[in-house]
């Protein structure tokens, strides 16, 4: 499997599309593209044949956007919809059973969603964090032995320090197992308009960044 390109959109731009054999990080405050963008693999993944995996832990597969996309053999998309952090790790752990050279890509989207909602005392988180390295770890195992691009979602929370800057939940555990990070945000000025920063990529200069807006076909160009 080669990596995913969008036919020339500000992300290929920005990313020269998502890598194979690694995990990509999307973060990014709610409707910013994060999921738009894992719709938008599973459709260029069945263009090549391939199936897909959607595991959504937030409800935000939704077969009216692939649509939309022009995606018409929505049974080719294998949909894990978790409820919980116990069925979450269930689902990464089928995952890894069920793989096979017919699958082309894998999204979680989102990883932490189910993750915060369990994390309420400080003995409770450290035990959650440990299986949320333990999901990474799988699907890093999974990207990297069927060589597929792989992508997981991540959500922000205000800096505490009292910057403006949003931070992504997970720390050093996403941290590490990223191999790319891109960070999604509204522009303050024009909330029509998304901004996508290069955070971490193997070879591209980091801190650039493109602008997009959100449309049927999924992430677009800016119209300014």
């Known amino acids: 499997m080669i990596k995913i ?11 020269d599309g998502i890598p194979e054999g690694v995990i990509t990080q999307f973060y990014g405050e709610h409707a910013t593209g994060k999921t738009t963008i894992c719709l938008m693999c599973c459709k260029y993944s ?5 199936k897909s995996v959607f595991i959504d832990t937030e409800g935000g597969f939704s077969p009216k ?23 979450q790790q269930q689902s990464v752990a089928k995952l890894e059973k069920i793989m096979s050279t017919r699958i082309g890509f894998v999204c979680v989207d989102s990883l932490v969603s189910l993750y915060r909602l369990e ?4 003995k409770k988180r450290t035990e959650l964090a440990r299986q949320l390295g333990n999901d990474l770890l799988i ?5 990297r032995d069927f ?5 997981i979602t991540n959500q922000v929370y205000d800096d505490v320090s009292g910057s403006k800057e949003k931070v992504p939940i997970g720390g050093e555990v996403l941290k590490y197992w990223s191999k790319l990070i891109v960070k999604l945000e509204k522009e303050e000025q024009n909330n029509n308009k998304r901004k996508a920063t290069l955070l971490r990529h193997p070879y591209k200069k980091e801190g650039e960044s493109v602008y997009y807006d959100i449309g049927d076909p999924g992430i677009i160009d800016a119209s300014f």
């Open 119 to 122: 994390g309420y005392d400080h």
């Open 139 to 143: 699907l890093s195992r999974i990207a």
């Open 147 to 151: 060589n597929i691009p792989l992508v």
């Open 5 to 15: 390109k969008f036919g020339g959109n500000p992300l290929d731009l920005l990313i």
């Open 46 to 50: 069945l263009l090549r044949d391939k």
């Open 65 to 87: 956007r692939l649509s939309l996309m022009g995606v018409k053999n929505l049974e080719e998309i294998i949909v894990f919809q978790p409820r919980d952090y116990a069925t």
